[in-house]
T-cell receptor, first 113, second 112 residues
Framework: NAGVTQTPKFQVLKTGQSMTLQCAQD?????MSWYRQDPGMGLRLIHYSVGAGITDQGEVPNGYNVSRSTTEDFPLRLLSAAPSQTSVYFCASRLGSQRTEAFFGQGTRLTVV | QKEVEQDPGPLSVPEGAIVSLNCTYSNSAFQYFMWYRQYSRKGPELLMYTYSSGNKEDGRFTAQVDKSSKYISLFIRDSQPSDSATYLCAMSGDNYGQNFVFGPGTRLSVLP
């Protein structure tokens, strides 16, 4: 059972480039989310989805797009990368109920130069 | 004021010490309280989970929730070098699919 898989693990982008961070889970979880983690800031929610076809914005959505065409996949798109988007990105999934554990991927370390 | 505040650390203790990690929060609607452990360059993993007020024990770990003070704690007894990690508190309200709010994390080092 793979859990939550993120690709790539590392990425360097030039300012203005676009890219997609991939996230897949094989646990049939309804709820998926993307966080960014910066020193001293903790995990900040970018976008989330409570099921296929349903997405919503989190705390820091600007500069990012998401879609949820299947239960398994929840890609995060950076539209025009900026140095302020240099961060570690985590994808997480869980069943919708609050009484369940959130499983995290291993993270993508993104540097924008 | 941030919704969830956490002692920033870093915290260094000798092996065998009792460690106390704490978070305060402002939203009285929070009902679910969690502690995640994150090793360097890894994703967070759930360590402890409690609902509403009270204590929960799991081996060397004890989680306490005091909703009247909006204060939660994680105690680690007989700390080990393998406990060296960043500890994140997280909490949520009661609505289905509601987002978790995370504290900034406390970095703990247990020295052999």
């Amino acid at each position: 059972n793979a859990g939550v898989t993120q690709t790539p693990k590392f990425q360097v982008l030039k300012t203005g480039q676009s890219m997609t961070l991939q996230c897949a889970q094989d646990m049939n979880h309804e709820y998926m989310s993307w966080y960014r983690q910066d020193p001293g800031m903790g995990l900040r929610l970018i976008h989330y989805s409570v099921g296929a076809g349903i997405t919503d914005q989190g705390e820091v959505p600007n500069g990012y797009n998401v879609s949820r065409s299947t239960t398994e996949d929840f890609p995060l798109r950076l539209l025009s990368a900026a140095p302020s988007q240099t961060s570690v990105y985590f994808c997480a999934s869980r069943l919708g109920s609050q009484r369940t554990e959130a499983f995290f991927g291993q993270g993508t370390r993104l540097t924008v130069v | 004021q941030k919704e969830v505040e956490q002692d920033p650390g870093p915290l260094s203790v000798p092996e065998g010490a009792i460690v106390s990690l704490n978070c305060t929060y402002s939203n009285s609607a929070f009902q679910y309280f969690m502690w995640y452990r994150q090793y360097s360059r890894k994703g967070p993993e759930l360590l402890m989970y409690t609902y509403s007020s009270g204590n929960k024990e799991d081996g060397r770990f004890t989680a306490q929730v005091d909703k009247s003070s909006k204060y939660i704690s994680l105690f680690i007894r007989d700390s080990q070098p393998s406990d060296s990690a960043t500890y994140l508190c997280a909490m949520s309200g009661d609505n289905y699919g509601q987002n978790f709010v995370f504290g900034p994390g406390t970095r703990l080092s247990v020295l052999p």
